[in-house]
């Protein structure tokens, strides 16, 4: 089956702007994560989803950081008023249930002017 | 709390050599532990995962890893590096069992393999 898929592949955009990002998980995955992967902060994770529970948003970095999961399946990281430092690759991985294997998608390279 | 330490952001290799990418753990409760394999441009790939079965842990592409509780490591090897093998390799760390199951990430290693 697919994978996990991520829009768009790039996002260029200018500081200040609006980013939203998506993430299409593998179809039956209860549970959804996002990192982010930068050359200064190596891999971080920013927050994750299962099922019905309340998000843990312990790994976004600002309040410019938000994330929803509609029905389950899709989601989408929006940053706020990008910052150059809000350039990065971002990550979505999902698993089946809490402690199985999370599998990547390829990533959004975020590149803030 | 997890943390790991990868020991050597950069590893070269000759092909057909021995690779042997470290990693060190810390962590409060029995840990799950992680090897991923990053190619240029693409996202993570899992080569193999502990989870307190068998501490000689088998993955793919030939690759290895053993949990060694005493020495707080969990280094993976090869006994013959590939060409193909030359990529970015990240440790990780994570705690079963309790109300999410982040992945925290060591800095990862650069491997080169020489011709």
């Known amino acids: 089956g697919a994978g996990v898929s991520q829009s768009p592949s790039n996002k260029v955009t200018e500081k200040g702007k609006d980013v939203e990002l998506r993430c299409d998980p593998i179809?039956?995955?209860?549970?959804l994560y996002w990192y982010r992967q930068s050359l200064g902060q190596g891999l971080e994770f920013l927050i994750y989803?299962?099922?019905?529970?309340?998000?843990?948003k312990s790994g976004l970095p600002s309040d410019r950081f938000s994330a929803e999961r509609t029905g389950g399946s899709v989601s989408t990281l929006t940053i706020q008023r990008t910052q150059q430092e809000d350039s990065a690759v971002y990550l979505c991985?999902?698993?089946?249930?809490?402690?199985?294997?999370?599998?990547f998608g390829p990533g959004t390279r975020l590149t803030v002017l | 709390a997890q943390s790991v330490t990868q020991l050597g952001s950069h590893v070269s290799v000759s092909e057909g050599a021995l690779v042997l990418l470290r990693c060190n753990y810390s962590?409060?409760?029995?840990?799950?532990l992680f090897w991923y394999v990053q190619y240029p441009n693409q996202g993570l790939q899992l080569l193999l995962k502990?989870?307190?079965?068998?501490?000689l842990v088998k993955g793919i592409n030939g690759f290895e890893a053993e949990f060694k509780k005493s020495e707080t490591s969990f280094h993976l090897t090869k006994p013959s590096a590939h060409m193909s093998d030359a990529a970015e390799y990240f440790c990780?760390?994570?705690?079963?069992?309790?109300?999410?199951?982040?992945?925290?990430f060591g800095t990862g290693t650069l491997l080169a393999v020489q011709p």
């Open positions: 962590s409060s409760v029995p840990p799950y």
């Open positions: 502990y989870t307190s079965a068998a501490t």
């Open positions: 991985a999902s698993s089946f249930g809490i402690d199985n294997e999370q599998f």
């Open positions: 989803f299962q099922g019905n529970s309340a998000p843990d």
């Open positions: 990780a760390v994570s705690a079963p069992g309790g109300a999410t199951n982040k992945l925290i």
């Open positions: 179809s039956g995955h209860t549970a």
